[in-house]
């Protein structure tokens, strides 16, 4: 197995706003919460499911795939999104997405969907479901890595730091975690709610191999993620700083877009700024 092909910068950056019109699409029409929260995350998601991991979407439980959770399961829609793009399911199973009895709630629910690796979306429980995922690994003496996608406001949550300590006690160096640190909770600023500075020195503290990028830089992400494992015993962390609602001027940076619903005009004029009109 091996990551998607030869795709340019120029080619994932068009995957890129196709998939953020989706998002904003599926808003619209099933009137679902967190836009805000997906947008965000869409550069990550394209660069890891594009670029680095080495899965087979027509394979998605070969035993030896790398794996992906994504633990902020309130930005399902952009995993949806990806997955049938990256040729999971047929594009059309995301006409189902949040209607009664659709395999795609709004939040993802266990093996919901080929690639969907776990129920998420209770804040803090990602992490150490890849860990567990990256340790039995390890037993089974099998090579794949295990990449975890969390908020920044997930840092919160004490769940997260036991699975921070324990990961590098065991040399879990299989376990790479990525933060979409779009600065936002629902509530309020992340740093303002609970004292996250400094992150990535924190990260470090624990034991872990800490990066800090922009992530929505996909040349910088692809290359860092590409080095990962870094060939020491620990895991490793990305920072990635994000802007939520990114790509859509009118929702960046707004908080208000993590419960608002884009309306008829609203998308229309998200899909001209996506040029997809």
């Known amino acids: 197995m091996k990551p998607a092909g030869d795709e340019n910068i120029q080619q994932l950056n068009r995957i890129a706003r196709e998939i953020r019109g989706m998002l904003v699409e599926m808003s619209h029409r099933t009137g679902s919460a967190h836009l805000g929260s997906a947008l965000s995350c869409v550069d990550i998601l394209v660069a890891i499911y594009w670029k680095i991991l080495s899965i087979d979407p027509a394979a998605p439980d070969d035993p030896l795939r790398d794996r992906f959770i994504l633990s902020k399961g309130h930005a399902a829609t952009a995993l949806y999104a990806t997955l049938a793009k990256r040729g999971f399911f047929p594009?059309?199973?995301?006409?189902?997405?949040?209607?009664?009895?659709?395999?795609?709630?709004?939040?993802?629910?266990?093996?919901?969907?080929?690639?969907?690796?776990?129920?998420?979306?209770?804040?803090?429980?990602?992490?150490?479901?890849?860990?567990?995922?990256?340790?039995?690994?390890?037993?089974?003496?099998?090579?794949?890595?295990?990449?975890?996608?969390m908020s920044d406001g997930e840092c919160n949550e004490g769940s997260v730091w036991e699975a921070a300590m324990f990961a590098p006690a065991q040399h879990i160096h299989n376990l790479i975690a990525v933060i979409d640190f779009n600065k936002w909770q629902a509530t309020g600023r992340s740093r303002e709610v609970?004292?996250?500075?400094?992150?990535?020195?924190?990260?470090?503290?624990?034991?872990?191999?800490?990066?800090?990028?922009?992530?929505?830089?996909?040349?910088?992400?692809?290359?860092?993620?590409?080095?990962?494992?870094?060939?020491?015993?620990?895991?490793?962390?990305?920072?990635?700083?994000?802007?939520?609602?990114?790509?859509?001027?009118?929702?960046?940076?707004?908080?208000?877009?993590?419960?608002?619903?884009?309306?008829?005009e609203e998308l229309l004029k998200a899909k001209k700024e996506l040029r997809l009109l």
Request: net charge negative; charged share 20%.
């Open 91 to 149: 594009m059309e199973l995301l006409d189902t997405y949040a209607r009664h009895g659709s395999c795609l709630a709004e939040h993802p629910g266990p093996r919901c969907a080929p690639g969907v690796e776990a129920a998420t979306g209770s804040l803090g429980h990602g992490l150490s479901l890849g860990l567990g995922m990256a340790l039995a690994g390890r037993i089974q003496d099998q090579s794949y890595n295990v990449y975890v996608l």
């Open 194 to 264: 609970m004292a996250l500075d400094p992150l990535k020195q924190k990260w470090e503290a624990f034991g872990w191999s800490a990066y800090e990028l922009n992530g929505h830089d996909l040349p910088e992400l692809i290359k860092t993620l590409k080095d990962l494992p870094d060939g020491s015993s620990k895991p490793a962390v990305v920072i990635a700083h994000t802007v939520k609602g990114k790509g859509i001027s009118f929702m960046e940076d707004d908080n208000n877009w993590h419960y608002r619903i884009p309306t008829a």
